[in-house]
């Protein structure tokens, strides 16, 4: 077997473990935070740390991933440092060592997956597989371990789980190890490093891209934050773990048959589709569970949804994105989007808990399904770029800046 074919196999394993570990630990977070009698300003300050700490890693992250020879060094000691935090994690209970540890796995956690992102990419190339194949064998690993995990959590408590989670993820991060890359693409990445770096602000001269930077902020961080928000309210409604993590890994199932089926489309008409239907369904998921008093069985049914969201969000987002900015550009803009949502996220997080207590849980879930209402207008508008016309204005602009 050729070296290629066994990194991509090599990577796959990897995504099934290290996803497997993160369902034990971040998918019961926020439920756990609920057992530890928090007042609901700590609960918003701990929420809020989740997607706040992950703007403050993808700038570091941004800084010191420079090329590839640093970033395998980078992927190994992240997943080692949020791991042993991982494993500690369920035996404290005091709040400002709770804020210590959730800051410093939050730091590392969404960081590290968009830098895991260009590995898989960079491997799955290799072989002429799409990133989507290795992907999905993340949403797999979700689908067992929130299914296993809610019910070793009612057996043997979160901070056993959350031990079995950190071990998987060094385990993960020794089989990377293993992986081995050309020398040609070393030096190749080391000499793009040195490239002058893109003047990003001139890129929001784009319209488009102003409308997909909205678009995405709102779809992805009220997603994030429901998510919490969601937690918390399966806590309120007396829903035991076992029974969570069932229809979580539903959750994933949904999630994995959305990306498989999606991932098919690639014109901008189905891409924009993709958009509107993936806010649409967040609108409904939402709506049905700021209706007061229906069964249980109904509220944990609509996270299903949330598969819907996320399967066609992965699945069309980069893909649109390229569509109307040049291609070079593509990561940067992605990341200015991703760190602007994980930005709303956590102001979101960081106030829904005293939105809460001061109102309901029915007053938060319809105010967030108002607002992602606003995509579904945004997107029709969204225009592909004139990749010749495109290319020129902006370098010119650079140009002119340059000058």
């Known amino acids: 077997m050729k070296r290629d074919q066994r990194n991509y196999i090599k990577i796959i394993i990897i995504a099934f473990i290290r996803f497997f570990g993160d369902a034990f630990f971040y998918a019961f977070l926020a439920r756990y935070f609920s057992t530890l009698n928090f007042t609901s300003i700590q609960m918003g300050i ?4 989740i997607p706040g700490m992950a703007v403050v890693g993808n700038i570091i992250l941004s800084k010191v991933a420079t090329n590839l020879r640093v970033n395998r060094i980078i992927f190994v000691t992240w997943i080692l440092v949020e791991s042993t935090f991982i494993i500690f994690s369920g035996f404290i209970t005091s709040f400002w060592w709770v804020l210590l540890f959730d800051c410093i796995c939050c730091f590392c956690s969404n960081s590290f997956y968009n830098l895991f ?8 190339n290799k072989v ?26 009612s057996k043997i408590g979160y901070k056993y789980v959350f031990l079995i989670g ?4 060094i385990i993960a991060a020794l089989i990377f190890i293993f992986i081995k890359f050309d020398q040609s693409d070393f030096n190749l990445s080391e000499q793009e490093d040195k490239k002058e ?26 997603h994030w934050s429901s998510d919490s928000i969601y937690n918390l309210y399966t806590s309120y409604l007396q829903i035991d773990d076992a029974t969570f993590g069932y229809f979580t890994s539903g959750s994933m199932i949904v999630e994995a ?4 089926i999606a991932s098919r489309f690639r014109k901008l008409k189905s891409l924009k589709a993709m958009f509107i239907l993936s806010a649409s369904c967040l609108v409904i998921r939402l709506s049905i569970f700021a209706i007061p008093n229906l069964n249980n069985y109904v509220y944990l049914s609509a996270q299903l949804l949330r598969g819907v969201t996320y399967g066609l969000l992965m699945s069309s987002n980069l893909y649109l994105l390229s569509n109307i900015v040049p291609h070079k550009y593509v990561n940067k803009c992605f990341f200015i989007a991703f760190a602007a949502d994980e930005s709303f996220s956590a102001l979101i997080n960081l106030t829904s808990t005293t939105i809460i207590s001061v109102t309901s849980y029915t007053f938060i879930f319809i105010l967030l399904a108002i607002i992602a209402i606003l995509p579904t207008i945004l ?3 969204i225009k592909p770029l004139d990749q010749e016309k495109g290319q020129s204005k902006l370098s010119s602009s650079l140009r002119q800046t340059q000058n």
């Open 197 to 222: 770096k893109t003047k990003l602000h001139l890129l929001f001269k784009n319209k488009s891209y102003i409308l997909y930077f909205i678009s995405i902020i709102v779809i992805l961080g009220i």
């Open 46 to 49: 701990l929420l809020g740390i």
């Open 117 to 124: 992102d260009t590995f898989i990419i960079y491997i799955a």
């Open 166 to 169: 950190g071990i998987l993820m």
């Open 257 to 260: 048959v959305t990306l498989v």
């Open 128 to 153: 002429e597989k799409t990133y989507s194949s290795i992907r999905v064998f993340g949403t797999v690993a979700y689908i067992f371990s929130t299914f296993i995990g809610g019910f070793l959590i």
């Open 379 to 381: 997107v029709t508008f």
